[in-house]
């Protein structure tokens, strides 16, 4: 025989969590759609790379799991392979993992890419943007405008797609007109 037991919780209301809570509560990712984008400086396949230094710029930092894996390939292959899409997009854009840059290398060689990649090895990047769990770093997409704010953030859930050229450029095209520098 059986024996099923039902165990109340107390519903998750607003008037139930701790005064500056939410409803997503530890869920959500840091930092959010209007915060400043933590600075960072990384190794990578273009020299060095310090987010500071392209205040004035777009940027799009893709987050992505791993070198030679296949939806990063077929990832970055499609930027490549829409290369006039992609530097029509008019905004800086790296690839952050955690592999090293020999990996990087290696990689974007073998597959003639056109996004410099990042090499975020101690994972602190990855982790400062909330773009890193248990299985390593995951695949997102934080847009940070000309004044180092974060625009747009798309994380994904179980990091099987990723953003095309077209998506990128939607959420660069949604970002309001560069404030007069």
């Known amino acids: 025989m059986h024996r099923f037991y039902t165990i109340a919780f107390p519903a998750a209301t607003p008037d139930r969590l701790p005064a500056g809570a939410d409803m997503l509560g530890a869920m959500a990712k840091t930092p959010q759609v ?13 020299g060095t790379f310090r987010l500071s230094d392209h205040r004035g710029e777009r940027v ?4 992505y799991p791993g070198d030679n894996t296949m939806v990063c390939t077929k990832q970055f292959c499609s930027y490549r392979d829409r290369a006039d899409d992609f530097a029509a997009l008019d905004a800086t854009v790296v690839g952050i993992s955690s592999q090293d840059l020999a990996s990087h290398e290696g990689f974007a060689a073998k597959h003639g890419l056109n996004v410099p990649l990042l090499a975020d090895v101690d994972k602190q990047v990855a982790k400062s943007y909330s773009a890193y769990g248990r299985a390593g770093t995951k695949r997102a997409v934080i847009v940070v ?5 974060v625009r747009d953030r798309h994380d994904h859930l179980l990091g099987l797609d990723y953003q095309s050229v077209d998506d990128l450029r939607s959420a660069l095209d949604a970002l309001p007109a560069a404030a007069a520098q």
């Open 34 to 46: 209007g915060e400043q984008a933590p600075d960072f400086e990384l190794p990578g396949t273009n």
């Open 60 to 63: 799009v930092l893709l987050f």
């Open 145 to 149: 405008d000309e004044q180092g704010i």
